[in-house]
């Protein structure tokens, strides 16, 4: 171990007790900083040029980089050119690229002189070039050094020459660097916050290389150059009021070892040197403790429990998140953006800074800014932020909650023109963005816990992370955990008991426990019950919510719950995470307490600014939080915790399964014998194939195979992958299709050739998904449609062929009509419409009856398979009196496409004729005197005309049209000829239109195995989730028009009924598409 600081071993950098002089910027004397030198301000001060292998020191503490990026201006000729330098501590001289001076200039200054790098490379320098470098309108005269282009990234790199230089200050802090002209007032110093990199380095998304650069520009323009004012624009100060009648508090120094005091030293004088805390002699004081970071350094924290148990809370109302949401609708373009030092940005009121003192060993201090740790601080912030955005939140450019921006748009252009906004008035508030933290132009980002994209709004998988992974319990004990996680919410799952009765039945004493592919199904449908409404909810601040937590040696549980207006408690989100080693050894009441740390930290969008109760089963954790002197790991939790206004709540354990079946899930992951794994290994060693490599690995190396410890791995590219043996290879499918929600070929390969392969497997995959019968059932056919469109001839004459339908239900009438059926002569198109009371055999009949004798008994009728027209006395009418019946196939309308065509135009008609919606049926033979007086696009007539020969009189036929028709020459055989001419060329048209947006049917052949679309007709039923086809069935019969009857599997009858049927081929799907005939 070495020590950074004072270079000896044996001890690290935070626990030197040696400290090195300070030394001054300006002067280059030891003993005071530049804030404090006597020669600052007393003129110019000629420093002289130290020569390149010279040391000078640039930064006191190790935190600061030495390396800074600031963007710099060249005026060469009458135009300057923008580039980018890097100022380098490091380097005594200045350099510049070859390509950004003019050929003549450097061959005017040629110099032989070479220079040593870091790395004792050699530097050619090919010339000299003296220049004015503008910075902030300050002219720096620079004798830069012209190098190659290809010896450094950056245009140029300023040196100590330009960072000494004599008419500026330069100013290394830990976020950023400071220029400023000599002998200017303190106001118009500019801070280039530049991180520890020589560029700003933008998370932008995958937009277009225009749209980068412009956010780019806007962003260096607005933001990084642009001039701060003297005072923030909003001119805010946060108060502190305190609980009438209570009583000072006030506490001595906590001992600190000596490195800690230090550290404490030098976090004092920081926080002094920023103007956020001063000198204090209030009569009120609380204790600081020291916490790491997770970069090693520390972080000075004040314990405010005392003042913020006598504070009067601040309930500033947050935004509701379901406005939020809802106001993101339409959106595909986001950028996010993240506050740094979020409460130092708030003055805090004079009076109210006594109430902030806290004491060191070095003395006693009080806050000028609002602090952290104070529990009003989360809700004055989000009052600041509120008022400083507030025409951008009214105009609902940004959204805003707490210290997350949201600017959400449709278009790429319009989000940077609003982010130039945010600048502006990031800029004229003096505050500054935390850039690693920020994300812009973005199509998907993370907000206040949900995933936003231009589809919509998603829950994100982080909220049910923890119930989706419960993996498959081993034992007795693990499946009563996992019944407790559910069983909490038994109240909102319907029927949870019969679900759940196959785990409850491996809880019994006399049971064997086996856990199969049933048991393993009602878990899947019980995790699918909790992460879905309306078990799960959407956070609302509003609301009462309780974090219910809970720990054990093997991992943390935690749930958010809040009060919907059912009156019960719903959870929002689950939380489960393993225990570290050093963790696992922890005491039980410790874990307890950090349960809830995690569990604070993980809901913190939810939680910060709210008031919520957390539950813990733990009895001892309220009277540790309540303690004055606690070990150090416990107060930095507590601390953590002031931040947050909570109440603390004991429930005994038996209440609490819920929350302890997430912190035991981990406790599952234990290596049974006989697993897959030792199966693998088990099988390779007997595998033909494998043992043939095995041999010939022992003799030489393979390009394709490696031997380790005794199996065989395929190597694949930088991966060993274990080679499955062939009787293992459907287990292996199996557990990366079956269980891994039964993705397609690619994914699931992908999945499987993270850890394993073997011969053939993208083959091998495909083939197991295509005899996949979830996956036959439940996808969708892919591509375009298929089928082919088989028009029916209508014939030259009328009534060759009528088509009939039923229309309804429609509103009940005063006489008890619902329905219409609807009969159509399919060459003339004449229509007629009969209101009936139901669709049975016998009222339909009595109409058609009445239809045949008053026009003509067709050659064929036509209609679906609706109950009416399969019954046996309409089938025993129809043979009577010699017409042809031709039913069409189940699920095909298009079928019977005359008829439906007229369904869709009369709903509509009838709403238009008729002022009430329940008399109906006194304007359908207005209706129907309309459509049979309406020229027809197919016949290029009206269906009157047609039929009788003359249009029908009615409203719309007047004595002009009345005079024409009777000095006409009628003559009804050419018109009828005109008209099937028509119906043709028509047909031939749709029927090739159709074709063309088609592809061709499968054709298939008996005893082949199908499977058929799932028609559902229940009303209300919700379709979604149920397959998308059923079956299997099998082609028994062959017909016309690519129609099949399809029937039952013998043995594999899915009804109760057995099913018998004609479907035609678009409604079909083979069982598998390698093979149609293989089950």
Request: hydrophobic letters at 35%.
């Amino acid at each position: 171990i070495t020590c950074f600081r004072c270079s000896k071993d044996g001890h690290y950098a935070s626990a030197c007790t040696e400290v090195k002089a300070s030394v001054c910027y300006s002067c280059k004397q030891s003993g005071h900083l530049r804030r404090d030198c006597p020669q600052k301000g007393s003129g110019s001060t000629t420093v002289q040029q130290p020569d390149s292998t010279s040391t000078l020191l640039v930064a006191e503490q190790s935190s600061i980089p030495s390396v800074y990026s600031v963007e710099v201006d060249f005026p060469f000729g009458d135009e300057g050119v923008v580039l980018k330098a890097i100022l380098d501590s490091g380097s005594g001289i200045s350099l510049v690229k070859s390509k950004h001076v003019p050929m003549n200039v450097r061959e005017a200054y040629v110099s032989n002189n070479t220079f040593t790098g870091i790395n004792n490379s050699k530097l050619q320098i090919l010339g000299i070039y003296c220049n004015d470098v503008k910075v902030n309108d300050i002219h720096i005269p620079i004798k830069f050094h012209v190098v190659n282009d290809d010896i450094m990234e950056c245009d140029c790199l300023l040196g100590r020459d330009f960072i000494s230089h004599e008419q500026i200050t330069v100013t290394f802090r830990a976020n950023g660097v400071i220029i400023t002209e000599n002998n200017l007032p303190e106001s118009q110093l500019m801070l280039i916050d530049v991180g520890n990199d020589a560029d700003f380095k933008l998370d932008i998304g995958e937009v277009d290389c225009q749209g980068k650069i412009e956010l780019e520009k806007v962003f260096q323009e607005k933001y990084v150059n642009a001039v701060r004012p003297d005072t923030p624009k909003v001119d805010f100060v946060a108060d502190i009021r305190l609980e009438d009648n209570h009583s000072k508090f006030y506490y001595k120094p906590r001992r600190l070892a000596y490195s800690d005091k230090l550290e404490v030293q030098k976090l004092i004088a920081d926080l002094l040197s920023r103007n956020i805390i001063r000198q204090s002699s209030s009569p009120y004081s609380s204790p600081i403790v020291l916490v790491n970071k997770k970069n090693g350094s520390k972080r000075l924290c004040v314990d405010f429990r005392d003042l913020n148990k006598i504070t009067v809370k601040d309930r500033f109302p947050l935004p509701l998140i379901e406005d939020q949401l809802d106001s993101l609708s339409g959106k595909s373009c986001f950028s996010k953006l993240d506050l740094k030092d979020a409460f130092f940005n708030i003055k805090l009121d004079a009076d109210a800074s006594k109430f902030t003192s806290f004491v060191t060993s070095q003395g006693q201090y009080e806050f000028l800014r609002l602090p952290f740790g104070f529990c009003n601080s989360p809700s004055i912030f989000a009052r600041f932020i509120a008022e400083v955005f507030r025409s951008l939140i009214d105009s609902g450019k940004v959204l805003v909650y707490l210290d997350d921006l949201m600017v959400a748009t449709e278009t790429v252009k319009e989000n940077i023109e609003i982010l130039e906004e945010v600048f502006t008035v990031l800029v004229d508030n003096l505050l500054e963005l935390r850039i690693q933290k920020c994300s812009f132009l973005k199509s998907e980002l993370e907000y206040l816990g949900y995933v936003i994209n231009g589809k919509g709004i998603q829950p994100n998988v982080e909220n049910v992370k923890a119930v989706i992974n419960f993996p498959i319990p081993q034992n007795v004990k693990q499946v009563q955990s996992f019944i407790g996680l559910t069983s909490y919410f038994r109240r909102f799952v319907a029927n949870f008991s019969i679900i759940a009765k196959p785990l409850y039945d491996l809880t019994k004493k006399e049971a064997v426990f086996k856990f199969g592919k049933e048991e393993i199904d009602v878990m899947d449908v019980l995790k699918q019950s909790l992460i879905s409404a309306p078990v799960l909810a959407i956070y609302s601040p509003g609301r009462e919510t309780e974090l219910h937590c809970d720990a054990c040696t093997q991992g943390f549980g935690a749930v958010l719950m809040q009060r919907q207006p059912d009156n019960l408690f719903h959870p929002v989100s689950f939380f489960s995470k393993r225990t570290t080693n050093c963790e696992s050894r922890y005491h039980s009441y410790e874990l307890e307490c950090l349960a809830i740390v995690y569990a604070v930290k993980r809901f913190e969008i939810y939680l910060k600014g709210a008031k919520f109760k957390i539950v813990t089963d733990c009895n001892s954790i309220k009277l540790t939080f309540a303690k004055k002197e606690v070990v150090p790991r416990i107060m930095r939790w507590v601390l953590l915790l002031e931040n947050f206004d909570y109440q603390l709540e004991h429930r005994a354990g038996t209440r609490m399964k819920h929350v302890d079946a997430l912190s035991r899930v981990y406790s599952v992951l234990v290596i049974e014998d006989n697993t897959l794994e030792q199966n693998l290994a088990y099988k390779q060693n007997g595998d033909l194939e494998i043992r043939e490599i095995v041999a010939k690995l022992e003799k030489q190396e393979s390009q394709f195979y490696e031997l380790k410890n005794g199996l065989v791995y395929r190597k694949l590219g930088d991966k060993l992958l274990f080679y499955v043996p062939r009787v293992m290879q459907y287990q292996i499918l199996f557990k990366y299709h079956d269980e891994m929600g039964h993705q397609g070929v690619e994914k699931t390969a992908d999945l499987i050739l993270m850890t394993y392969w073997f011969p053939k497997l993208r083959e091998k995959v495909r083939e197991h998904i295509s005899n996949c019968l979830k996956c036959i059932v439940y996808n969708p056919v892919s591509g375009k449609k298929e089928g082919e469109l088989h028009p029916i001839p209508k014939g030259n004459v009328p009534f060759d062929t009528v088509h009939v339908d039923h229309i309804g239900p429609l509103e009940k009438t005063s006489k008890g009509k619902k329905h219409i059926l609807v009969v159509i002569d399919g060459f003339t198109k004449f229509t007629k419409l009969y209101p009936c009371k139901s669709v049975d055999a016998n009222e339909t009949l009595k109409h058609l009856e009445n239809y045949f004798h008053s026009y003509s008994f067709p050659k064929r009728l036509i209609s679906d398979r609706g109950a009416a027209f399969t019954s046996l006395a309409f089938n025993e009418y129809i043979e009577s009196v010699h017409v042809q019946h031709i039913k069409i196939a189940a699920g095909m309308p298009r079928a019977n496409g005359q008829v439906e065509r007229v369904n869709r135009v009369l709903a509509p008609l009838l709403a238009k004729l008729c002022n009430d919606s329940d008399r109906w049926d006194e304007v359908v033979n207005v209706a129907e005197y309309a459509l049979n007086n309406t020229v027809h696009k197919s016949t290029g007539n009206t269906p009157s005309k047609l039929l009788f020969g003359i249009n029908q009189r009615g409203p719309a036929i007047d004595l002009v049209r009345d005079f024409l028709e009777n000095e006409g020459e009628r003559n009804l055989d050419d018109d009828r000829l005109k008209a099937a001419e028509r119906i043709v060329k028509f047909q031939e048209y749709s029927q090739n239109y159709f074709n063309g947006t088609h592809k061709s049917p499968w054709k298939y052949s008996v005893g082949d195995y199908v499977v058929i679309t799932n028609t559902v007709t229940t009303p209300g039923y919700n379709k979604k989730l149920l397959p998308k086809f059923k079956g299997p069935y099998i082609v028994s019969k062959l017909l016309d028009n690519d129609r099949y009857v399809v029937k039952d599997v013998d043995g594999f009858q899915l009804t109760q009924i057995p099913f018998e049927g004609i479907v035609e081929s678009s409604r079909m799907k083979p069982w598998s598409e390698n093979n149609p005939s293989t089950s």
